[in-house]
């Protein structure tokens, strides 16, 4: 998918994985990242990815490169027994077999394997039923939002997660698959872009006239999430008047990582994109 990568989700394990629990694991993914300092098993960790922010104490593990500059030298220097990657770091894997050092391969797809991740993760490194209490937790939590948002009119969104920031050039917006088309649907939107079964869609502004979205909602995260002036970064969507969401003035920035990092945040994010929605409903503190 076109930039950002939206960092991703779901599990296998190599063949060579061993019967012994890891206890030194390098994680390349953030969302793994967050999913393993969640259950409390941050001190399995002894190296992460260049893109590891949250939480703080990421920030004090060694750095390993990430989806396109893995520093594999330095990471086979650690001796870890356990390498979470993502699934098309085909050479880093190779590595990783002729050093006979287990990977757990990541992959992107949908809201759902976001919890099936957590627990499958929490079994590899022996933390299962603190896996399982964080994923339950989040079920309870978008299950929630859901019941928040249920029985109110469903708004037809446009969710933008990039775009030059003065014009409307290289619009990048959710397409109808993945884990943000879910986390939309969990918060009380339609899709515009519901029937292009992919994870991302390159909009032009003659698809949005005559999609005609009631709310268009821009994602700021990662180096767009500073000096976010909504008043001045929203100012090109005005060339659009026609536009319901643009004539009835229902823009929104929503800035933070949490809404492209799938991992134990995404409820959080589903609760502020609920609420952008819908501001009306009842969302308690």
């Known amino acids: 998918m076109k930039r ?3 960092l991703v989700l779901a599990a296998c394990l190599t063949v060579a994985a061993a019967d012994a ?17 969640a259950m409390g098993a941050g001190s399995r960790l002894i190296a992460v990815s260049s893109y590891d922010k ?3 104490e990421a920030m004090k593990l060694p ?15 650690l001796h870890p027994d356990l390498v979470i990657v993502y699934g098309t770091q085909t050479e880093l894997k190779r590595s990783l077999d002729r050093a006979t050092i287990p990977y757990y391969s990541y992959e992107h797809r949908a809201l759902p394997d976001i919890m099936a991740t957590v627990r499958a993760v929490g079994a590899r490194i022996g933390y299962a039923a603190q896996a399982n209490s964080l994923a339950s937790s989040m079920e309870r939590g978008l299950a929630e939002v ?9 708004p037809r969104t446009l969710l933008v997660f990039e775009r030059d920031r003065a014009t409307l050039q290289n619009i990048y917006a959710s397409g109808g ?10 918060a009380g939107g339609d899709n515009i872009f519901a029937d292009v079964k992919q994870q991302s869609v390159q909009a032009g502004t003659e698809q ?3 999609r005609r979205p009631d709310v268009i909602v821009e994602l700021r995260y990662g180096e767009s999430a500073k000096n976010v002036d909504p008043s001045r970064d929203l100012r090109a969507w005005d ?18 990582d949490q809404y492209v990092v799938p991992g134990p945040r995404i409820v959080q994010a589903a609760r502020e994109l609920g609420r952008a929605l819908h501001p009306e409903a009842r969302w308690g503190p």
């Open 4 to 6: 950002p990568v939206l």
């Open 21 to 37: 629990v890891p206890r030194r694991v390098v994680s390349l993914i953030p969302a793994t990242t967050e999913m393993i300092f």
């Open 54 to 56: 949250y939480p703080p």
């Open 63 to 77: 750095r390993v490169g990430a989806l396109l500059d893995p520093d594999t030298e330095r990471i086979l220097s």
């Open 146 to 154: 859901r019941g928040a948002v249920a029985g109110r009119p469903r």
């Open 177 to 186: 698959y993945g884990f943000l088309a879910d986390l939309l649907d969990v």
């Open 208 to 210: 949005i006239l005559a």
């Open 239 to 256: 060339s659009l008047g026609s536009v319901p969401a643009v004539r009835t003035k229902r823009l929104v920035i929503l800035v933070g």
